[in-house]
C-alpha cells in the first residue's frame, strides 16, 4: 500500500522557517522523483520543487528559489522542504508527490499539509 504522509505545517509569521517532511511507505522510494507542490484557495496547483532520485539535481519555481531548499533521505524514504523567509504568499496547502516514469507512469500524492504565513 503506498502511502505519502506530510508533516510539518502550521502557522508562521511573516519572514519566520517551516520544514516540510514527506515520510514515503509501499514503493522503492530511491527510484522517484519527489516533487513538492502547492495549491493556494482559488488557484491552481503549483510545482515549488523536485528533487532527483539520488539528490543530484534539484529544481524550483521562481516564487521560492533562494527561500526553500528540497533535500531527501533514502534510508529514510523522507523528503524535505527547508521553507525560510516566508511570505504571506507562501501561504497554501503543500503536497508531496512521487513520479516514476517508465512504460506506465506511476503518480502518487500525499493529503497535503496546511501552511499558513501570517502576522
Known amino acids: 500500500q503506498v502511502q505519502l504522509v506530510e508533516s510539518g505545517g502550521g502557522l508562521v509569521q511573516p519572514g519566520g522557517s517551516l520544514r516540510l517532511s514527506c515520510s514515503a511507505s509501499?514503493?522503492?522510494?530511491?527510484?522517484?522523483?519527489m516533487n513538492w507542490y502547492r495549491q493556494a484557495p482559488g488557484k491552481e496547483r503549483e510545482l515549488v520543487a523536485t528533487?532527483?532520485?539520488?539528490?543530484?539535481?534539484?529544481n524550483y519555481a521562481d516564487s521560492v528559489r533562494g527561500r526553500f531548499t528540497i533535500s531527501r533521505v533514502n534510508a529514510k524514504n523522507t523528503v524535505y522542504l527547508q521553507m525560510n523567509s516566508l511570505k504571506p504568499e507562501d501561504t497554501a496547502v503543500y503536497y508531496c508527490n512521487a513520479l516514476l516514469l517508465r512504460v506506465t507512469t506511476y503518480d502518487y500524492w500525499g493529503q497535503g499539509t496546511q501552511v499558513t504565513v501570517s502576522s
Open positions: 509501499g514503493f522503492t522510494f530511491s527510484t522517484y522523483v
Open positions: 528533487i532527483t532520485p539520488t539528490g543530484g539535481s534539484t
